[in-house]
Protein backbone atom coordinates (compact mmCIF):
# COMPACT_ATOMS: atom_id res chain seq x y z
CA UNK A 1 0.00 0.00 0.00
CA UNK A 2 1.43 3.48 -0.55
CA UNK A 3 -0.15 6.55 0.47
CA UNK A 4 -0.11 9.76 -1.89
CA UNK A 5 -1.55 12.95 -0.22
CA UNK A 6 -2.33 15.53 -2.49
CA UNK A 7 -3.55 12.49 -4.80
CA UNK A 8 -6.20 13.95 -6.49
CA UNK A 9 -4.04 17.09 -7.13
CA UNK A 10 -1.96 18.35 -10.38
CA UNK A 11 1.53 16.24 -9.46
CA UNK A 12 -0.19 13.63 -7.02
CA UNK A 13 -2.97 12.32 -9.78
CA UNK A 14 -0.55 11.95 -12.26
CA UNK A 15 1.40 9.50 -9.93
CA UNK A 16 -1.58 7.69 -8.88
CA UNK A 17 -2.35 7.04 -12.26
CA UNK A 18 1.45 5.62 -12.44
CA UNK A 19 1.41 3.34 -9.96
CA UNK A 20 -2.43 1.66 -10.41
CA UNK A 21 -0.63 0.89 -13.63
CA UNK A 22 2.15 -0.60 -12.02
CA UNK A 23 -0.43 -2.45 -10.04
CA UNK A 24 -0.04 -0.75 -7.06
CA UNK A 25 -2.32 -0.70 -3.95
CA UNK A 26 -2.74 3.43 -3.78
CA UNK A 27 -4.79 5.26 -1.02
CA UNK A 28 -5.45 8.96 -1.73
CA UNK A 29 -5.56 11.49 1.20
CA UNK A 30 -6.96 14.74 -0.18
CA UNK A 31 -10.35 16.60 -0.63
CA UNK A 32 -12.10 16.86 -3.86
CA UNK A 33 -14.06 19.92 -3.73
CA UNK A 34 -12.97 22.47 -6.25
CA UNK A 35 -12.77 22.73 -10.06
CA UNK A 36 -15.29 24.55 -12.51
CA UNK A 37 -18.21 22.80 -14.02
CA UNK A 38 -17.21 19.69 -16.07
CA UNK A 39 -13.64 19.75 -15.04
CA UNK A 40 -14.35 18.82 -11.39
CA UNK A 41 -10.98 17.53 -9.32
CA UNK A 42 -12.56 14.02 -9.02
CA UNK A 43 -12.08 13.85 -12.55
CA UNK A 44 -8.65 13.38 -12.18
CA UNK A 45 -9.38 10.21 -10.23
CA UNK A 46 -11.89 8.77 -12.39
CA UNK A 47 -9.48 6.90 -14.68
CA UNK A 48 -8.05 4.34 -12.30
CA UNK A 49 -8.77 1.40 -9.18
CA UNK A 50 -7.63 3.84 -5.99
CA UNK A 51 -7.92 2.06 -2.71
CA UNK A 52 -9.94 4.55 -1.46
CA UNK A 53 -9.93 8.47 -0.14
CA UNK A 54 -8.97 9.49 3.15
CA UNK A 55 -9.94 12.77 4.26
CA UNK A 56 -7.15 14.65 5.45
CA UNK A 57 -8.73 15.47 8.99
CA UNK A 58 -8.81 11.72 9.25
CA UNK A 59 -4.63 11.13 8.06
CA UNK A 60 -3.64 10.51 11.70
CA UNK A 61 -6.40 8.04 13.01
CA UNK A 62 -5.29 6.17 9.59
CA UNK A 63 -1.92 6.17 10.24
CA UNK A 64 -2.47 4.80 13.77
CA UNK A 65 -4.66 2.30 13.09
CA UNK A 66 -4.01 0.74 9.68
CA UNK A 67 -1.30 -1.37 8.34
CA UNK A 68 2.19 0.72 7.71
CA UNK A 69 1.92 1.88 3.96
CA UNK A 70 5.15 0.85 2.26
CA UNK A 71 6.04 4.69 1.35
CA UNK A 72 4.29 8.27 1.49
CA UNK A 73 4.10 10.15 -1.10
CA UNK A 74 3.37 13.64 0.48
CA UNK A 75 2.34 15.94 -2.11
CA UNK A 76 -0.45 17.83 -0.87
CA UNK A 77 -0.27 21.50 0.29
CA UNK A 78 -0.89 25.23 -0.22
CA UNK A 79 0.89 25.76 -3.49
CA UNK A 80 -1.09 29.21 -4.31
CA UNK A 81 1.85 31.55 -3.97
CA UNK A 82 -0.69 34.56 -3.44
CA UNK A 83 -2.30 33.17 -0.19
CA UNK A 84 -1.45 35.48 2.76
CA UNK A 85 -2.79 33.90 5.63
CA UNK A 86 0.46 32.75 7.20
CA UNK A 87 -0.91 30.74 9.69
CA UNK A 88 -2.88 28.19 7.42
CA UNK A 89 0.25 27.72 4.62
CA UNK A 90 2.42 27.09 8.42
CA UNK A 91 0.61 24.30 9.58
CA UNK A 92 -0.56 22.99 5.82
CA UNK A 93 3.17 23.44 4.50
CA UNK A 94 5.36 22.88 7.03
CA UNK A 95 4.05 21.46 9.92
CA UNK A 96 2.05 18.63 8.62
CA UNK A 97 4.82 17.89 6.47
CA UNK A 98 7.45 17.57 9.45
CA UNK A 99 5.17 15.61 11.55
CA UNK A 100 5.09 13.24 8.77
CA UNK A 101 9.11 13.11 8.57
CA UNK A 102 9.25 12.22 12.55
CA UNK A 103 6.22 9.95 11.45
CA UNK A 104 7.97 7.76 9.08
CA UNK A 105 11.26 8.28 11.04
CA UNK A 106 9.81 6.34 13.96
CA UNK A 107 7.77 3.65 11.89
CA UNK A 108 10.24 2.66 9.40
CA UNK A 109 8.54 4.16 6.79
CA UNK A 110 10.02 6.00 3.46
CA UNK A 111 8.62 8.97 2.82
CA UNK A 112 8.89 11.65 -0.63
CA UNK A 113 7.69 15.14 -0.14
CA UNK A 114 7.33 17.92 -2.59
CA UNK A 115 9.38 20.71 -1.92
CA UNK A 116 9.34 23.83 -4.89
CA UNK A 117 12.01 25.43 -7.15
CA UNK A 118 10.22 29.11 -5.42
CA UNK A 119 12.76 28.28 -2.15
CA UNK A 120 15.29 29.79 -4.70
CA UNK A 121 13.61 33.33 -4.72
CA UNK A 122 15.02 35.47 -7.63
CA UNK A 123 17.86 32.54 -8.37
CA UNK A 124 20.62 35.43 -7.58
CA UNK A 125 22.39 32.39 -5.22
CA UNK A 126 21.63 30.31 -8.42
CA UNK A 127 19.76 27.02 -8.22
CA UNK A 128 21.94 24.39 -6.51
CA UNK A 129 20.21 22.03 -4.29
CA UNK A 130 23.24 21.71 -1.79
CA UNK A 131 20.91 20.26 1.40
CA UNK A 132 23.57 21.60 4.01
CA UNK A 133 22.52 23.69 6.58
CA UNK A 134 24.90 26.55 5.48
CA UNK A 135 23.57 26.59 2.23
CA UNK A 136 19.90 26.53 2.84
CA UNK A 137 20.42 29.45 4.92
CA UNK A 138 21.14 31.62 2.32
CA UNK A 139 18.45 31.34 -0.19
CA UNK A 140 15.48 33.85 0.38
CA UNK A 141 11.97 32.78 -1.47
CA UNK A 142 10.19 35.63 -2.55
CA UNK A 143 6.82 34.52 -1.49
CA UNK A 144 5.22 33.00 1.53
CA UNK A 145 4.56 29.30 -0.08
CA UNK A 146 8.45 29.53 -1.11
CA UNK A 147 9.22 30.15 2.73
CA UNK A 148 6.98 27.58 3.56
CA UNK A 149 8.55 24.83 1.22
CA UNK A 150 11.94 26.50 2.06
CA UNK A 151 11.42 26.28 5.79
CA UNK A 152 10.70 22.73 5.70
CA UNK A 153 14.03 21.80 3.98
CA UNK A 154 15.87 24.02 6.38
CA UNK A 155 14.71 22.02 9.46
CA UNK A 156 14.50 18.37 7.96
CA UNK A 157 18.73 19.25 7.20
CA UNK A 158 18.99 20.74 10.88
CA UNK A 159 17.29 17.34 12.25
CA UNK A 160 19.95 15.28 9.85
CA UNK A 161 23.05 17.92 10.76
CA UNK A 162 21.55 16.84 14.49
CA UNK A 163 21.52 13.36 13.87
CA UNK A 164 18.84 12.97 14.56
CA UNK A 165 16.36 9.58 12.74
CA UNK A 166 15.26 10.24 9.70
CA UNK A 167 13.34 7.58 7.37
CA UNK A 168 15.42 5.04 6.27
CA UNK A 169 14.46 6.72 2.36
CA UNK A 170 13.34 10.59 1.94
CA UNK A 171 13.54 12.94 -0.39
CA UNK A 172 12.57 16.55 -0.91
CA UNK A 173 11.71 17.27 -4.55
CA UNK A 174 11.94 20.70 -5.55
CA UNK A 175 10.02 21.10 -8.29
CA UNK A 176 10.46 23.30 -11.01
CA UNK A 177 7.73 25.01 -13.41
CA UNK A 178 5.32 21.78 -14.05
CA UNK A 179 3.22 21.36 -16.85
CA UNK A 180 0.69 18.56 -18.32
CA UNK A 181 -2.57 17.10 -17.28
CA UNK A 182 -4.88 16.87 -14.37
CA UNK A 183 -4.29 20.76 -13.82
CA UNK A 184 -7.72 22.18 -14.96
CA UNK A 185 -8.75 22.46 -11.11
CA UNK A 186 -5.96 24.53 -10.15
CA UNK A 187 -7.28 27.63 -11.61
CA UNK A 188 -4.68 30.21 -11.98
CA UNK A 189 -2.41 28.74 -10.48
CA UNK A 190 -2.60 26.05 -13.52
CA UNK A 191 0.24 26.12 -16.12
CA UNK A 192 0.80 28.52 -18.43
CA UNK A 193 0.74 25.91 -21.06
CA UNK A 194 -2.97 25.39 -20.23
CA UNK A 195 -3.49 29.44 -19.98
CA UNK A 196 -2.20 29.68 -23.28
CA UNK A 197 -4.11 26.86 -25.14
CA UNK A 198 -8.04 28.34 -23.43
CA UNK A 199 -7.06 31.68 -24.49
CA UNK A 200 -5.90 30.77 -28.55
CA UNK A 201 -8.68 28.07 -28.50
CA UNK A 202 -11.01 31.00 -27.37
CA UNK A 203 -9.84 32.98 -30.49
CA UNK A 204 -7.89 35.68 -28.70
CA UNK A 205 -4.50 36.45 -28.64
CA UNK A 206 -2.40 34.91 -26.15
CA UNK A 207 -1.10 37.24 -23.52
CA UNK A 208 2.28 37.61 -21.78
CA UNK A 209 3.81 39.70 -19.29
CA UNK A 210 5.80 42.79 -20.13
CA UNK A 211 8.91 42.43 -18.96
CA UNK A 212 10.34 45.19 -16.45
CA UNK A 213 13.89 44.27 -16.28
CA UNK A 214 16.52 45.98 -18.78
CA UNK A 215 18.37 44.17 -20.61
CA UNK A 216 15.09 41.38 -20.59
CA UNK A 217 12.54 41.44 -23.54
CA UNK A 218 9.19 41.32 -23.08
CA UNK A 219 8.18 37.20 -23.20
CA UNK A 220 11.81 36.67 -22.76
CA UNK A 221 11.75 35.80 -19.18
CA UNK A 222 13.26 32.62 -18.87
CA UNK A 223 11.99 29.03 -16.91
CA UNK A 224 12.23 25.25 -16.68
CA UNK A 225 9.52 24.07 -17.63
CA UNK A 226 9.49 20.55 -16.90
CA UNK A 227 6.61 18.04 -18.13
CA UNK A 228 4.10 16.36 -15.01
CA UNK A 229 5.54 13.17 -16.65
CA UNK A 230 9.45 13.74 -15.90
CA UNK A 231 8.52 14.07 -12.38
CA UNK A 232 6.58 10.72 -11.94
CA UNK A 233 9.36 9.19 -13.21
CA UNK A 234 11.74 10.49 -10.85
CA UNK A 235 9.09 9.54 -8.30
CA UNK A 236 9.20 5.90 -9.26
CA UNK A 237 12.90 5.84 -9.39
CA UNK A 238 13.11 6.90 -5.79
CA UNK A 239 10.40 4.17 -5.33
CA UNK A 240 13.15 1.71 -6.93
CA UNK A 241 16.03 3.22 -5.64
CA UNK A 242 15.35 3.17 -1.70
CA UNK A 243 19.29 3.94 -1.20
CA UNK A 244 18.86 6.97 -2.77
CA UNK A 245 17.65 9.69 -0.47
CA UNK A 246 18.36 13.74 -0.16
CA UNK A 247 17.24 17.53 -1.68
CA UNK A 248 16.77 16.83 -5.30
CA UNK A 249 15.82 19.60 -8.00
CA UNK A 250 13.14 18.14 -10.60
CA UNK A 251 13.61 19.72 -14.17
CA UNK A 252 15.06 19.30 -17.46
CA UNK A 253 18.40 21.55 -16.79
CA UNK A 254 16.99 24.30 -19.64
CA UNK A 255 15.81 27.54 -19.57
CA UNK A 256 13.19 28.13 -21.96
CA UNK A 257 11.24 31.37 -22.52
CA UNK A 258 7.49 32.14 -22.14
CA UNK A 259 7.85 33.08 -26.27
CA UNK A 260 9.21 29.61 -26.62
CA UNK A 261 6.60 27.89 -24.88
CA UNK A 262 3.55 29.93 -26.11
CA UNK A 263 4.67 29.30 -29.62
CA UNK A 264 4.90 25.63 -29.10
CA UNK A 265 1.60 25.50 -28.49
CA UNK A 266 0.66 27.52 -31.03
CA UNK A 267 2.35 24.69 -33.12
CA UNK A 268 0.31 21.72 -31.37
CA UNK A 269 -2.80 23.25 -32.44
CA UNK A 270 -1.41 24.04 -36.18
CA UNK A 271 -2.30 27.83 -35.91
CA UNK A 272 -0.13 30.85 -36.80
CA UNK A 273 1.02 32.88 -33.53
CA UNK A 274 -0.38 36.39 -32.41
CA UNK A 275 0.65 37.23 -29.17
CA UNK A 276 0.30 40.04 -27.15
CA UNK A 277 2.49 41.51 -24.00
CA UNK A 278 0.20 42.67 -20.92
CA UNK A 279 1.21 44.51 -17.62
CA UNK A 280 2.01 42.19 -14.96
CA UNK A 281 -0.77 41.94 -11.80
CA UNK A 282 0.50 44.39 -8.68
CA UNK A 283 0.59 41.28 -7.03
CA UNK A 284 3.08 39.70 -8.72
CA UNK A 285 5.30 42.31 -8.86
CA UNK A 286 8.35 41.75 -6.82
CA UNK A 287 7.67 38.03 -6.63
CA UNK A 288 8.10 36.96 -9.80
CA UNK A 289 11.02 34.65 -11.15
CA UNK A 290 12.37 36.47 -14.23
CA UNK A 291 14.86 33.27 -14.41
CA UNK A 292 14.84 29.19 -13.17
CA UNK A 293 17.01 26.28 -14.54
CA UNK A 294 17.71 23.31 -12.36
CA UNK A 295 21.12 22.03 -11.69
CA UNK A 296 20.31 17.89 -12.36
CA UNK A 297 23.99 16.76 -11.32
CA UNK A 298 23.04 15.75 -7.85
CA UNK A 299 20.09 13.51 -8.69
CA UNK A 300 22.28 12.26 -11.53
CA UNK A 301 25.13 11.54 -9.04
CA UNK A 302 22.30 9.73 -7.31
CA UNK A 303 21.84 7.36 -10.67
CA UNK A 304 18.82 8.80 -11.83
CA UNK A 305 19.31 8.65 -15.91
CA UNK A 306 15.97 9.11 -17.01
CA UNK A 307 15.91 11.79 -20.01
CA UNK A 308 14.13 14.97 -19.85
CA UNK A 309 11.35 16.14 -22.33
CA UNK A 310 11.71 18.69 -24.63
CA UNK A 311 9.52 21.52 -24.09
CA UNK A 312 8.27 21.43 -27.95
CA UNK A 313 7.81 17.17 -27.37
CA UNK A 314 5.74 18.07 -24.14
CA UNK A 315 3.47 20.87 -24.81
CA UNK A 316 2.74 18.80 -28.35
CA UNK A 317 1.74 15.97 -26.28
CA UNK A 318 -0.29 17.63 -23.40
CA UNK A 319 -2.26 19.53 -26.47
CA UNK A 320 -2.84 16.66 -28.68
CA UNK A 321 -2.99 13.78 -26.74
CA UNK A 322 -5.07 15.41 -23.88
CA UNK A 323 -6.27 19.26 -24.29
CA UNK A 324 -7.81 18.67 -27.51
CA UNK A 325 -9.87 15.69 -26.55
CA UNK A 326 -13.35 15.35 -25.29
CA UNK A 327 -11.85 13.62 -21.74
CA UNK A 328 -8.62 15.55 -21.46
CA UNK A 329 -7.84 13.32 -17.87
CA UNK A 330 -4.64 10.81 -17.36
Known sequence: MYLVTGGAGFIGS???????????????????????????????LAHHPIAGILPPEKLWDWLEDAPRPEAIFHLGAISDTT???????????????????????EHGVRLIYASSAATYGDGALGFDDDASPAALAALRPLNLYGWSKHATDRRIADLLARGRAAPPQWAGLKFFNVYGPNEFHKGRMASVALH????????????????????????????????????????????????????????????????????????????????????????????????????????????????????????????????TRPDPYR
Open 196 to 323: KFRQIMAGTPATLFRSDREGIADGEQLRDFVHVDDCVEVMLWLLDNPQASGLFNVGTGTARSFLDLTRAVYAALGKTPEIAFIEMPVDLAGKYQYFTQARMERLRAAGFTGAATSLEDGVRRYVQDFL
Open 14 to 44: NLVAALCERGAEVLVCDRLRGGEPGREKWRN
Open 83 to 105: VRDGDLVAENNLSLTLRLYAWCA
